[in-house]
């Protein structure tokens, strides 16, 4: 497998400082790895928090069933579902898989259009704030991936189009930081919002420092 490494930024929260990272155009054996020994147990041991802290399980992350290797080995033969991952410091900090020919645009503006859709993006554990990590370690890796996404569309010809359906604690970050327009809820997908991004919202995005 040949990998594509990109030089990038992220945010150490505690340091407040920049510090170097690497995005990749691949999910390789060195990320399930990570996954499996690291974000696993981390995952455990937020979850064990959240139950002591008393929070109902219906506002855990909906992620925490998530296999990485089943679905990256599933869907990895394919060409047409392009990955992502960020690594810094040794270690995988974020994951993506994305869509790039079978779903079409809602918004009315661009109905029936291509764009890549997002499959599955996850957010190491220990930069989740939601998983009670006060303060989370980085900050920074949903966005590079939404960029990631967009640059991929621009390459594809869908002129930065994106669309995802959001897990519930997700929701303000596509609305109000990615800017993206939620559709509302979705019946035909466990009741999740889908977002989606217009090319006037992809170049704004860009424009806001959502860039390498």
């Known amino acids: 497998m040949t990998v594509t490494v990109s030089p990038i930024a992220l945010f150490n929260v505690e340091q407040g400082i920049s510090v170097d990272a690497e995005l990749w155009d691949a999910i390789t054996e060195k990320q399930l790895a990570d996954w499996e020994a690291e974000w696993n147990m981390e995952l455990l041991l937020a979850l064990q928090r ?6 109902e399980r219906k506002h855990w992350p909906q992620s925490r069933h998530w296999n990485w290797r089943k679905k990256t080995e599933c869907l990895q033969k394919m ?3 392009p990955c992502f991952s960020i690594m810094c410091d040794g270690m995988t900090q974020g ?3 994305v869509d790039t020919p079978s779903k079409r645009c809602r918004i009315e503006c661009q109905k029936g259009k291509n764009l890549v859709y997002i499959e599955y993006i996850e957010n190491a554990p220990w930069n989740r704030k939601e998983l009670l990590f ?22 594809e010809g869908f002129k930065g189009r994106i669309g995802l359906h959001s897990l519930p604690q997700a929701n303000n970050f596509y609305a109000n930081s990615c800017g993206m327009t939620d559709l509302g809820s979705d019946p035909n997908y466990q009741g999740l919002h889908y977002f989606e991004m217009t090319e006037q919202q992809a170049v704004a995005f860009i424009t806001k420092g959502g860039q390498l």
Not at 50 to 55: E, M, P, Y
Not at 139 to 148: K, P
């Open 79 to 81: 060409l047409a579902y």
């Open 50 to 55: 959240l139950n002591r802290a008393g929070v």
């Open 134 to 155: 006060d303060p989370p370690r980085y900050r920074g890796i949903g966005s590079i991936l939404i960029f990631a996404a967009i640059m991929l569309s621009k390459e």
């Open 95 to 97: 994951m993506m898989i």
